[in-house]
């Protein structure tokens, strides 16, 4: 059954029984979150009203047995203050949200660590925060700059939210089920024809200290010649510029075995020049699926295009990924950063993976609401009395049995993230992994 195929729910005036809220930066990304509505509410009459002074725009809609409202960031605007204004605004019309997904797009560590071993991540890889670390706020000493971070929350409140994650069979299964299923539906949704794989020929990995930028005699403006890169050169592709092969890194082993079962399973590129996922094999498609991974994302206000700096801070404050919202949506709400991969955080990043890591995104989100018990009653009703919102009971998609929750009144979590906690075995959707480190967070 199609994301359209879903029974009619009822509209949710009252603002004050929203539980979910969605902030998305790009147009882009809210266009892929929106396609995720199993039911989305367009005419006034459907949609509940903001408080005065609430200057978003939103969009409602259901996903699964919860009723969400998403806002997007005005156009032009980024980064923690433009953030900040939108979810204080959200907090004001809707002041019972119990978690706030930031959804979208980001910079990814190409080598993440964890007590496991050291795991290869490629574009279009999703992470969930376990922590936002605000990674450009802090103190200028003699010795030089300090970074302080003011948005750590205790670790029991995140220890409960991701509780069940640390299972290794419900980390492989939320993937290769929940997961797997809900991006095979985007990819087919009529809003996201952009959105398909762009392949492995786009995903490029240079050294850290490799710049990208013109050759010496080939830059019109001079700045290359003194180890800087000009404006043309960004917005060149490393193909044009001429990038040297000799300087990628070797030896990716995802992207030999993505080489691989793509040569055998030979899809054809559309018309939108991306691949989509059900041209692929199976044994494609096991490759092409993106991995997930939790861990702790650094946020700044800086659009980070320097590979020895990315992987500087990556080892002083154990990150694996790097995006600028972040620590704007996290004072307002309990936040859960679900953002995929669309770069390094180099001066090579380029474009070509954004709607893909957006639909990524979109359907890891999606995914994570499928999971995740909020401790209040689900709020979405059908016009129909014999739908309910529970999974298994006449809705949509993967019918997985709702199990007893992990939260629920009296499980004791705090500081603002009350009640929110991963099922048991209600977790059907292999590589999840969780990088903390040594910060022991389950």
Known sequence: MSLTDKPKPKPLLDPRKYSIGIVCALKKEAIAVASSFDHQFFRKAERPRAEAGDRNTYSFGTIGSHHVVLAQ???DAMGKLATDNVSADMRRSFQNIKVCLLVGICAICPQIKDGEGTHEALMGDVVLSNLVVQYDYGKDYPSGFKEVNLLERPEEALARAFADMELPATRRNFRDEIFREYLLQLDEHQDLKKYGYPGYDFDHLYNAKYVH???DAECKEGFCMKGEYCDAAVKTACTTLGCSED????????ISALKQVISESEPTVDRDGVIRLKALS???LNEVLPHIFLGNVASGDRVLKNGEKRDKLAEDRNVIAFEMEGAGVWPNFPTVVIKAACDYGDSHKNKKFQEFACMSAAACAKAFLE??????EENVEYTNASQTGARGAGTAGPTHQQDQTLGGPGNGVTNNWNNAAFSGSNIRAGNIYNTSGDQTIY
């Open 213 to 215: 930028k013109h050759k």
């Open 282 to 284: 199976s044994k494609a």
């Open 247 to 254: 300087e990628k890194i070797k030896g990716r082993k995802r």
């Open 73 to 75: 960031l005005p156009r």
């Open 371 to 376: 999971t995740l018990q909020m401790g209040v």
